[in-house]
């Protein structure tokens, strides 16, 4: 039985939101209590990694925000120059076997109730948006990006496969021809190619321009009815999200199998270092 949240179909833009704000320890929500909107922020220095503890706390602040029936969610970051550069590759490299297992699940757990929401969904994206950061972005229905940063999905540059479901997103946005091309060739687009191919749907020159343009593309649902809306929305990602939910274990086993291979810890050793060098300099 799938269980997205799309599926708490509970009419939401007629409900009055009430202010409302929360901490875990990475992330906090915050409600406007003239708009109803959520502001979903990251925050786990120094580069938004998602390890399994930013996971786990992202997947309770959608939950929360679903639960105290916000009118929309709007993700960002409190880095300044960063809005998350994917996967926590520390969890990946010589992992844990127990936490390896949570980490991954966790990540698919995220993916389900963050792409299935049923409320609308936006991405302030305020800085660099890499692999991961790029799967969290896309799997809102709107982005808004500032200048002089790079999104995409990365993956084949680090010598690893985006899963399907990975895939699934980037085409939910992206023309077959332009995901395909972009993710064989692991591409890192600018904010203003990121514009022109659509992976993004405006450009915003501050993090407050660019949360008032989400919230913005928040209230055209506004005079919308809801249960149609959210019905709707459902209507065009349950299958990716069915997809995951059918096959789930066989995604974890491979995942964990790929990542085990001698050859994949090598080269995800040598990127580490790679950064680790980048920063010292
Ligand atoms: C078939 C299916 C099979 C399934 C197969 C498996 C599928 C897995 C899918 C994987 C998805 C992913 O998200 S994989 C993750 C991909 N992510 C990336 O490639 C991003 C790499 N990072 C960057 O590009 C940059 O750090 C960037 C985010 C732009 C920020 O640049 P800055 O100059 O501001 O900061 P830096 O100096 O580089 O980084 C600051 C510190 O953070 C660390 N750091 C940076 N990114 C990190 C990261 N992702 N994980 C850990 N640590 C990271 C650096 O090493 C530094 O550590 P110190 O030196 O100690 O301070």
Redesign the pocket.
């Known amino acids: 039985m799938m269980r997205t949240k799309l599926l708490s179909l509970v009419p939401r833009a007629t409900v009055a939101c009430r202010h409302m704000s929360s901490a875990t320890k990475l992330t906090t929500v915050e409600v406007n209590d003239k708009t109803g909107i959520a502001t979903l922020t990251m925050n786990r220095p120094?580069?938004n990694?998602l390890n399994l503890e930013l996971l786990r706390d992202l997947q309770q602040s959608i939950e929360e925000i679903e639960g105290n029936k916000s009118c929309g969610l709007i993700l960002t970051s409190s880095n300044p120059?960063?809005f998350s550069?994917?996967?926590?590759?520390?969890e990946m490299y010589k992992p844990d076997k127990e936490r390896i297992r949570a980490f991954w699940t966790q990540l698919q757990d995220v993916w389900l109730a963050l792409y299935g929401s049923s409320v609308p969904t936006a991405a302030a994206i305020n800085g660099?948006s890499?692999?991961?950061g790029c799967l969290l972005a896309a799997s809102c229905e709107y982005r808004v990006m500032l200048p002089k940063f790079t999104i995409g999905l990365?993956?084949t540059q680090?010598g690893?496969?985006?899963?399907q479901w990975f895939m699934s997103t980037y085409l939910s946005i992206l023309p077959r021809r332009e995901a395909e091309r972009s993710l064989n060739q692991g591409r890192m687009f600018t904010t203003e190619e990121a514009l022109r191919v659509g992976l993004v749907d405006e450009i915003a020159s501050s993090k407050e321009e660019a949360l008032a343009k989400c919230a913005d593309f928040i209230a055209t649902f506004a005079k919308v009815n809801p249960l149609a809306r959210s019905l709707t929305k459902q209507q065009f990602r349950s299958a990716d999200l069915q997809q995951l939910e059918n096959e789930r274990v066989q995604d974890l086993e491979?995942?964990l199998f790929?990542?085990n291979q001698p050859a994949v810890q090598k080269g995800l050793g040598i990127y580490?270092e790679s950064?680790?060098k980048?920063?010292k300099n």
Do not use: M, R, Y
């Open positions: 120094p580069v990694g120059t960063i550069a994917g996967l926590d590759i520390l660099h890499p692999a991961g990365n993956e680090l690893i496969v985006a899963p491979k995942f790929f990542i580490l950064l680790k980048k920063s």
